[in-house]
């Protein structure tokens, strides 16, 4: 069964280290989106992707990357992270066309001291 | 600026009565708009969607109203059970990028 999926589920770091999370997607989708859920704010893209070597900004993207160098893959990294930044994360995928449900993955919930 | 209201507090309601949620929207022109259930420490899974010129949408329990004059959907559950307790998101997506965005959600706690 195709699925999506998140790596680590749970990450304590450092204030000022580098932190990669992983999404991967077994969908074959074209589409691939970074969220950040808060308590009081709901889901905020970070970043999205609708394809390789294609990658955008979302609504808040400071502080974030992403790079998409095959279909299955958008990595996020916190280039610094700050305690802002402690959160849960969620990736999603979705096809094509316009109206294209969101799978998401499982999470990972993110703790930076 | 754009924004999606769902209630806050969490609607609780007895075992086999109808659960009515709300998302409200203002200044959106939204070509469609979804309905998510997201359960503790899990991701969100989709529902249903409705489009901008559909009134009206069904799947099982679940019913779903638009109304873009009052910038309002309702999700009913009817027959609801303690399994449907969980919290539901509406996400809303304009004809510009149709990369939807997420309400805070609602918790539906259903009490046997």
């Known amino acids: 069964d195709a699925e999506i999926t998140q790596s680590p589920r749970h990450k304590i770091t450092e204030t000022g280290r580098q932190v990669t999370l992983a999404c991967h997607q077994t969908w074959n989708h074209n589409n691939m989106f970074w969220y950040r859920q808060d308590l009081g704010h709901g889901l905020r893209l970070i970043h999205y992707s609708y394809g390789v070597q294609d990658t955008n900004k979302g609504e808040v993207s400071d502080g974030y990357s992403v790079s998409r160098s095959n279909t299955e893959d958008l990595p996020l990294t916190l280039e610094s992270a700050a305690s802002s930044q402690t959160s849960v994360y969620f990736c999603?995928?979705?096809?094509?066309?316009?109206?294209?449900?969101?799978?998401f993955g499982p999470g990972t919930r993110l703790l930076v001291l | 600026s754009q924004k999606i209201e769902q209630n806050s507090e969490a609607l609780n309601i007895q075992e086999g009565k109808t659960a009515t949620l709300t998302c409200n929207y203002t200044?959106?022109?939204?070509?469609?708009l979804q309905w998510y259930r997201q359960d503790p420490g899990r991701g969100p899974v989709f529902l249903l969607l409705i489009r901008e010129n559909e009134k009206e949408k069904r799947k099982e329990r679940l019913k779903v109203t638009f109304d873009t004059t009052l910038k309002q959907s309702l999700f009913h559950i009817t027959a609801s059970q303690p399994a449907d307790s969980a919290t539901y998101l509406c996400?809303?997506?304009?004809?510009?990028?149709?990369?939807?965005?997420f309400g805070r959600g609602t918790s539906l706690i259903v009490h046997p």
């Open positions: 996400a809303l997506a304009s004809g510009g990028s149709y990369i939807p965005t």
């Open positions: 200044n959106y022109s939204p070509a469609y």
């Open positions: 999603a995928s979705s096809s094509n066309g316009r109206e294209e449900t969101q799978y």
